[in-house]
């Protein structure tokens, strides 16, 4: 996330806990962009916030670029695709244009860096539980 934040070279960064935090500051106006990368958000945490503010024309995708996918028939209703939310499209391409141009890489391509990342975490600490 280092790398990305240097990337976006944003003027301000703000740390913030909550999902639904997160999206009242992009509604506030107090943040323009939002990436997650890990997986962990609920559908719960993310649909009526998604509405909101693509209703005030905010852009709110996976990292792939695409909409966000609610499937009932998920086993734990995790959002596993990574979310991308901009104050709009202008905003939207100018921060994946960045990330492209700085880090030579998409968004992605760096989710499933992330995801692969995590698996192998995951991996190393069932070994070290099984010594």
Not at 75 to 100: H, P, S
Not at 103 to 129: F, G, P, V
Request: proline share 2%.
């Amino acid at each position: 996330m280092n790398d990305i934040l240097k990337a976006l070279r944003p003027k301000h960064t703000a740390r913030v806990a909550g999902a639904g935090n997160k999206f009242v500051y992009l509604m506030d106006k107090k943040a323009d962009f939002y990436l997650n990368l890990v997986p962990g958000f609920k559908y719960w945490d993310l649909c009526a916030s998604e509405a909101l503010y693509e209703s005030m024309g905010g852009i709110v995708k996976n990292a792939a670029g695409e909409s966000i996918l609610y499937d009932h028939t998920s086993g734990d209703y995790t959002i596993r695709e990574g979310i991308v939310a901009a104050k709009n499209q202008k905003v939207y391409d100018l921060c994946k244009n960045r990330i492209n141009t700085e880090l030579d890489a998409t968004i992605t391509e760096l989710h499933s860096n992330t995801l692969e990342q995590i698996r192998q975490y995951k991996l190393q600490k069932a070994m070290m539980a099984e010594q």
